[in-house]
């Protein structure tokens, strides 16, 4: 008996292909810390999406956390995010410090938490938030922002088309 080899490549190829098309999405907390009178920031994102963007800018293939890591590379990191995070409190465009990074090496080595702050922040009346991390890499790049300030928590959705949201107290 002669089959014919169609079906099974068919199948291999529709499978393969779902499996093939990676989700573009980043995932931010922005939470307002009364006590500290700042602004936290936590951002994660896919290393190697990140390293295209960073690319993209200018800069340096920065091999995170491998043995060929950039010695540079929290100065571009935290560059990269300058750039495509605004914030304006009270309609004052403010600027993120950085803070740090870390992966979980056991765990989740395929993405990274960055974390970035704004001091000196006493009362907030207006947010404005411009988020276009990674935009510019991927057409299909979301990016997922959480906000908690003021005892108020909402939840943003940004892409190619919608890039900032302003919350008013």
């Not at 098309?21 to 990140?50: G, M, R, T, W």
């Amino acid at each position: 008996m002669k089959y014919s080899m169609f079906p099974f490549v068919l199948i291999l190829v529709l499978i393969s292909s779902v499996f093939a098309h990676p989700i573009h999405l980043s995932v931010s907390e922005v939470n307002y810390n009364s006590e500290s009178n700042s602004i936290e920031i936590a951002q994660k994102v896919f290393i190697d999406d990140l390293e295209d963007g960073i690319e993209l800018m200018g800069g340096p293939k920065l091999f995170l956390y491998t043995d060929k890591e950039h010695q540079d590379s929290d100065t571009w990191l935290a560059k990269y995010f300058q750039q495509h995070i605004k914030l304006k409190v009270n309609e004052k465009e403010v600027m993120l410090k950085w803070v740090g990074r870390e992966t979980d090496p056991k765990h989740d080595i395929q993405a990274i938490w960055i974390y970035m702050e704004v001091t000196k922040i006493k009362k907030i009346k207006a947010l404005e938030v411009k988020n276009t991390v990674l935009l510019a890499v991927h057409n299909d790049q979301r990016n997922m922002v959480h906000l908690t300030c003021n005892d108020d928590k909402v939840s943003w959705l940004f892409d190619e088309k919608k890039i900032t949201e302003i919350i008013q107290w």
